[in-house]
């Protein structure tokens, strides 16, 4: 028996912003709820392989470096996606890469980080 990663929570301070971000950089549809929360929703159905994404007020900004973070696929060309997630309001950070690592880290509008890969990863 295994588990599997269903759905990733992301707590934040302004839902709206994160809705509007989110949403629209993974595609996902929008299921916002009345207690300061929404889930994203991956579009058509949802399989064990596309986690759904909870974002829930917290009222508090994040401090310090995630522990964990999403690392994202593009489609087609990543620094094309890179580009269109900086117009969405992402920004670029440094963590300590060299300049050399297959990804790029971004930070969303309240500063989480995550990381577009050049490629699906492999074993």
Same mark, same amino acid.
């Given at each position: 028996?295994? =588990?599997?990663?269903?759905?990733?929570?992301? !707590? =934040? #301070?302004?839902?709206?912003?994160?809705?509007?971000?989110?949403?629209?950089?993974? &595609?996902?549809?929008?299921?916002?709820? #009345?207690? #300061?929360?929404?889930?994203?929703?991956?579009? &058509?159905?949802?399989?064990?392989?596309?986690?759904?994404?909870?974002?829930?007020?917290?009222?508090?900004?994040?401090? &310090?470096?995630?522990?964990?973070?999403?690392?994202? @696929?593009? #489609?087609?060309?990543?620094?094309?996606? @890179?580009?269109?997630?900086?117009?969405?309001?992402?920004?670029? @950070? !440094?963590?300590?890469?060299?300049?050399?690592?297959?990804?790029?880290?971004?930070?969303?509008?309240?500063?989480?980080?995550?990381?577009?890969? !050049?490629?699906?990863?492999?074993?």
């Amino acid at each position: 028996m295994v =588990v599997r990663i269903a759905q990733c929570t992301l !707590d =934040v #301070d302004d839902l709206d912003v994160m809705v509007a971000f989110w949403s629209t950089a993974l &595609g996902y549809e929008v299921e916002q709820g #009345d207690d #300061d929360s929404a889930k994203l929703w991956p579009p &058509g159905q949802s399989s064990a392989t596309s986690p759904t994404v909870w974002l829930q007020g917290s009222g508090t900004p994040k401090r &310090g470096k995630n522990r964990l973070h999403l690392d994202l @696929v593009a #489609d087609a060309d990543p620094q094309a996606e @890179v580009q269109r997630l900086l117009s969405l309001g992402a920004r670029r @950070v !440094d963590v300590g890469q060299t300049g050399t690592e297959g990804f790029t880290v971004l930070a969303d509008p309240e500063g989480n980080e995550f990381c577009v890969l !050049d490629g699906r990863p492999t074993r």
